[in-house]
């Protein structure tokens, strides 16, 4: 019999997601992840928090990111969101790329 797959729970607010290192929380503008205190993250670095979370580990490409959030503009304003994310988080190895696909959460 297959394991029931754990469930996301989301709204405009909130966003709670198991990961395997354990659940990844998104409340407002802060981002609480397994064995972290909660982090505080602009708007464009936690709208990619956002997208990277709800992937649950799987990558995302850059043109699909840039479709994900339309409000990015460019290839450009999508990498500095992703530097400015890296340097938010406790550990920046979190947001990991990947070579020509894109992006994943590595928790």
């Not at 799987?58 to 460019?74: K, N, Y």
């Not at 938010?88 to 190895?93: I, N, V």
């Amino acid at each position: 019999m297959a394991e029931p797959v754990p469930e996301v729970i989301e709204d405009d607010q909130y966003l709670r997601v198991p990961m395997p290192a354990g659940e990844v929380e998104i409340i407002g503008n802060t981002v609480h992840l397994p064995g972290h205190g909660p982090v505080a993250l602009a708007p464009g670095p936690m709208s990619v928090m956002r997208a990277l979370t709800k992937a649950q580990g799987a990558v995302i490409s850059r043109e699909d990111l840039l479709w994900l959030l339309p409000h990015c503009g460019s290839s450009h304003g999508l990498e500095m969101w992703v530097s400015r994310l890296r340097q938010a988080l406790p550990d920046s190895a979190v947001v990991q790329t990947v070579v020509k696909r894109g992006y994943r959460l590595a928790l």
